[in-house]
């Protein structure tokens, strides 16, 4: 297999806040993040709200900087980075956001929305040049090339959504983060995105990190999947077995909270019970010690390191969770 596009390691986000007593606290929104993304494929973060993922693409892409850590971009280090050398790494690597329509400025047609990156960049030598990119684009992600002159208002949900697809490839990224791009969207409109999103990356070879609370949605589209909780990797691998036999007591309770078909929505035994701790204020030992069904007495000193289950399978669980976590639970998965 060729080297990955990007690697990811111990990557950090670290927050001051001002607390009730006036006393600075470390919010530790992301800390010590490792992954790697391969040529071409998708790759979904998937958490709750608040366990870090949408700060963790944004260290990733330098929207906020992060704390510490390493960001290899086909080997090149993104987080050292400056002035025209950042610029020109950042052609490769795009994102896509949750919301199409905030994203969008309501005073540019669509025509300089989608062209904006190629203006900054200086990457057309004449109108028409830069005219057959624009239109070009919009054809890509299923616009008419005869609205490039309207407003974001006079378009969809979906519609917009694609307008902010066609940005973010216009200049052909090896790196697409998309952060939620259909949870704003109506169901039907959700399929046609992401939909979309698996041409595009068919045509361009283009990798993903999806970020989504929505497991429904990451199980079309993932071919691995990491879940965060409370700024941690706690479980990675490929899509089906993640699915298929999902270790960590935090990742079957997220399965179990997606609704099925002939399945009790309001049996309260097999879903997520409490609140995210803060990050503010992190528990000791396994960070999801507070919820957990299975938790014992070494998971509130002692943090489990990632062990592997199956080949690129991991999971930080002190439990052999293959035997250590009754079928019945797996059963209510199925
Ligand atoms: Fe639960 Fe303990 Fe495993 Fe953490 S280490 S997930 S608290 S059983």
């Not at 409109?189 to 993903?208: G, P, T, V």
């Amino acid at each position: 297999m060729s080297e990955p596009i990007l690697r990811v390691r111990n990557l950090k986000k670290y927050y001051k806040s001002g607390s009730m007593f006036g006393k600075k606290e470390t919010v530790r929104a992301v800390d010590g993040v490792s992954f790697e993304l391969n040529h071409g494929e998708t790759l979904a973060i998937v958490g709750e709200s608040g366990c870090g993922k949408s700060t963790a693409v944004k260290a990733l892409i330098r929207i906020v900087e992060p704390t510490d850590g390493e960001i290899l971009l086909e080997g090149e280090d993104f987080r050292t980075l400056s002035g025209a050398k950042l610029q020109a790494a950042r052609r490769n690597i795009k994102m896509i956001f949750q919301d199409p329509y905030s994203s969008l400025n309501p005073r540019m047609t669509v025509r300089d929305i989608i062209a904006e990156p190629i203006d900054i960049d200086h990457a057309w030598k004449t109108r028409q040049e830069r005219e057959e990119i624009v239109l070009n684009t919009m054809q890509e992600v299923g616009l008419d090339p005869s609205y490039a002159d309207r407003y974001p208002h006079e378009f969809s949900g979906g519609q917009r959504q694609r307008i902010g697809i066609a940005r973010a490839i216009i200049q052909r990224p090896k790196v697409v983060i998309c952060d939620e791009p259909v949870s704003a969207l109506d169901v039907s409109i959700q399929a046609k995105i992401i939909n979309l999103l698996r041409e595009i990356q068919r045509k361009q070879d283009i990798s993903y990190i999806f970020i989504s609370h929505d497991l429904g949605v990451v199980e079309h589209i993932a071919n691995r999947i990491l879940v965060m909780y409370l700024g941690h990797v706690v479980e990675e691998g490929r899509t089906e077995d993640i699915f298929a036999h999902p270790a960590h007591p935090y990742t079957r309770l997220l399965l179990n909270s997606i609704p099925k078909i002939g399945k009790p929505t309001d049996d309260e035994s097999v879903l997520l019970e409490g609140d995210l701790p803060s990050p503010a204020n992190p528990p000791h030992g396994c960070v999801f010690h507070t919820r957990c069904p299975y938790a014992e007495a070494r998971c509130s000193q002692d943090a489990p390191g990632m062990k592997t289950i199956d080949g690129i399978h991991r999971c930080a669980c002190f439990l052999d969770t293959s035997a250590d976590i009754s079928h019945a639970d797996l059963a209510m998965n199925s």
